[in-house]
Nanobody, 115 residues
């Protein structure tokens, strides 16, 4: 499996916005669904959003209406636009990509929302 490359995390005030990016390196031709997960301190990893190869999307209940997932198939990149951020959105965000050979993960990027 390949290591996905994430970027865009950081510290933001409550109500602010951030945009995360995740790129799949190399010449990849069998990329299927892509996902964003997050893990808050002391909690289990949870699914935030996912997008199919055709662009269909789904979101966790806690982020609906605030987060938007998108992808650029030409760049093998998935994005997560996060708005109206809350302190409970704080955590490490991981992207994942599904291929025929299985799922690959990113290293995680920290998002901290200060109240």
């Amino acid at each position: 499996q390949v290591q996905l490359v994430e970027s865009g995390g950081g510290l933001v005030q409550s109500g602010g916005s951030l945009r995360l990016s995740c790129a799949v390196p190399g010449r990849i031709f069998d990329l299927n669904a892509m996902h964003w997960y997050r893990q808050a301190p002391g909690k289990q990893r949870e699914l935030v959003a996912e997008i199919s190869s055709g662009g269909s999307t789904s979101y966790g209940d806690s982020v609906k209406g605030r987060f938007t997932i998108s992808r650029d198939n030409a760049k093998n990149t998935v994005y997560l636009e996060m708005t109206s951020l809350k302190s409970e959105d704080t955590g490490v965000y991981y992207c994942a990509a599904d291929r025929i050979s299985g799922r690959s993960w990113g290293q995680g990027t920290q998002v901290t929302v200060s109240s």
